[in-house]
């Protein structure tokens, strides 16, 4: 029998190093939150109470999702969960919330898809349904005769099936994505024929500038203020037979983002990032090269840079045009590169992300791989380049499965500068930027990431943003207006409901 003065010394023992072991506890995990992408802000009164507001729909979809993991939205195919996500109480607030910048997206996949399918109801828009891709051209009174051209409106009237075969090829969403799309490879397929079909379409010069307007538009009503995306300049043509050149093009953007921006003047703008196709020779690269100097030269606050586009594992590598790159980076081009979106390590694309990093990009679009890559990874968080996540593109490109496992979760984790970007939201059902953050926010970051990650995520957009100092502080100063507005709009709203609830005596929540 241990006498009472030996019991009474192991429990002290026993309890001080309990008491150690938790105080250990503690500190790392409060060590890990304030590591976290936004961990470190503070957050003024208003905010704590908005953000317990976010904070109690987050937690109960997350316990829902623990018990019922079939409702876990953000672990399932966002074809599956894109209609329950547009009743999370999460995304309603991610909605309001000013997000600041949208800073990837492509030319072609800009807008929501219905707001292209309806562009596809035009007057004198033909199709030509040989085999292969769907092709769509406007014509004046004379049509090509490279094809059986027949006009849409009349394929509308004379088969009832048309419309909906028609739908089905300007879009990836099915019901059962598993099913369609079985490898990379074969969605990757689907998606390159989307954009042969929508080329004509949208290359049509009044609609060139409609659908442009129309793009501003949708992330203006998204609470998203400016904008930075990639293309490829595409032939435009109207239907008197003339064809636009990159300038003119360029100059398409460039006129209606000024009326844009008459229109909705707390607007902050657009720029553009010029990104040939990644699978051409040197010598047509060279071309495009000369082509972006010159529109930088031409248009020097809306040119913000150069990229690469196409599936990377099916195109060259950067190395393939390093004797072009170097130059460029010598003479200060600001790089925006696509890289290391693979799951090939240690291919030669994967190695993009190398090579990006050592030509100072200024911001890496996906780089999916980047965790897999410790050096890189020191330097890029060294050079402070921004990495642009696009967790559904990820996951509808089969990169990634359930966005729980998406790698972008140790960026966040780790305080990279990370921005959260749509990609091609037309093709996958997406609209403006919230859906996008909504995954993001319940599937990359941890249980209590917070209203915090959100502020620090519109805050990345507008610092890693290609716009001037003066253009930033504009930027954060409108930003802001924005936020304390949104602030008062879900207090004020907490305050009516409970209000409401009050009157027919039913408990606040
Ligand atoms: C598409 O067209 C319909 C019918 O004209 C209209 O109600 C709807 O608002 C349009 N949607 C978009 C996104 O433009
Ligand atoms: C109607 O359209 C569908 C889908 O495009 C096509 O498969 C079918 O052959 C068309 N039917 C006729 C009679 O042209
Ligand atoms: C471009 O030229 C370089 C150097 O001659 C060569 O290594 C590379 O493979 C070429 N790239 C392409 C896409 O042909
Ligand atoms: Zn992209």
Redo the contacts with the bound molecule.
């Keep these: 029998m241990p006498t009472r003065v030996e019991l009474f010394c192991f429990c002290v023992f026993v309890c001080s190093v309990s008491a150690d072991y938790w105080s250990e506890r503690d500190a790392i995990i409060a060590k890990e939150q304030t590591r976290s992408v936004g961990g470190h802000l503070r957050l003024t009164d208003r905010e704590e109470k908005v953000n317990k507001i976010l904070m109690r729909y987050k937690y109960k979809e997350l316990d829902d999702g623990l018990v019922h993991p079939k409702n876990f939205l953000a672990g399932q195919h966002f074809f599956n969960a894109k209609k329950e996500i547009e009743r999370s109480k999460v995304f309603n607030l991610i909605k309001k919330l000013p997000k600041g910048a949208s800073l990837h997206s492509h030319d072609m996949g800009l807008v929501s898809f219905e707001c292209l399918y309806n562009l596809t109801y035009k007057d004198n828009l033909y199709v030509c349904t040989n085999d292969g891709p769907y092709r769509l051209q406007f014509f004046g009174d004379k049509v090509d005769k490279d094809c059986d051209w027949q006009l849409v409106s009349t394929l509308r009237q004379s088969n009832s099936s048309f419309d909906c075969e028609l739908k089905k090829r300007l879009t990836l969403v099915v019901d059962d994505p598993h099913v369609a799309y079985s490898t990379l490879n074969k969605v990757w397929k689907a998606f390159e024929d989307i954009f042969v079909a929508v080329t004509g379409l949208l290359g049509y010069e009044p609609i060139w500038r409609e659908y442009f307007y129309e793009a501003m538009k949708e992330l203006y009503e998204d609470n998203v203020k400016y904008l930075e995306f990639r293309g490829i300049l595409p032939q435009v043509y109207d239907t008197n037979g003339k064809i636009y050149d990159p300038f003119e093009v360029v100059g398409l953007y460039y006129d209606t983002l000024k009326k844009f921006m008459e229109d909705y003047p707390d607007f902050q703008g657009a720029k553009f990032i010029y990104t040939p196709y990644r699978?051409?020779?040197?010598k047509t690269?060279q071309d495009h090269i000369v082509i972006y100097e010159k529109l930088k030269t031409r248009y020097p606050d809306f040119i913000a840079g150069f990229d690469l586009v196409g599936q990377e594992d099916a195109g060259?590598p950067l190395?393939?045009?390093?004797?072009?790159l170097i130059p460029m980076q010598q003479n200060g081009t600001p790089f925006f590169f696509h890289a290391g979106e693979t799951n090939w390590q240690g291919a030669t694309t994967d190695l993009n992300l190398l090579d990006a990093v050592l030509l100072d990009t200024k911001r890496i679009g996906h780089a999916f791989a980047l965790v897999k890559h410790p050096e890189i990874m020191k330097m890029a968080k060294h050079k402070d380049i921004a990495v642009e996540i696009c967790p559904i593109s990820n996951q509808v490109l089969k990169l990634v499965d359930d966005i729980r496992n998406h790698p972008g979760a140790v960026l966040v984790a780790n305080d990279y500068p990370v921005v959260i970007a749509p990609d091609d939201p037309t093709f996958w059902g997406a609209k403006g930027l919230s859906y996008d953050w909504y995954i993001a926010f319940m599937g990359m970051a941890s249980r209590d990431d917070d209203l915090r990650l959100l502020k620090q995520l519109a805050e990345n957009s507008i610092k890693y943003s290609a716009t001037t100092t003066s253009e930033k502080n504009d930027m954060f100063q409108h930003w802001q207006e924005d936020w304390n507005r949104f602030l008062d709009e879900v207090l004020k709203e907490e305050n009516i409901i409970n209000c409401k609830c009050n009157s027919i005596r039913c408990q606040p929540n």
């Design positions: 699978k051409l020779d040197n690269i060259f190395t393939s045009f390093i004797n072009e």
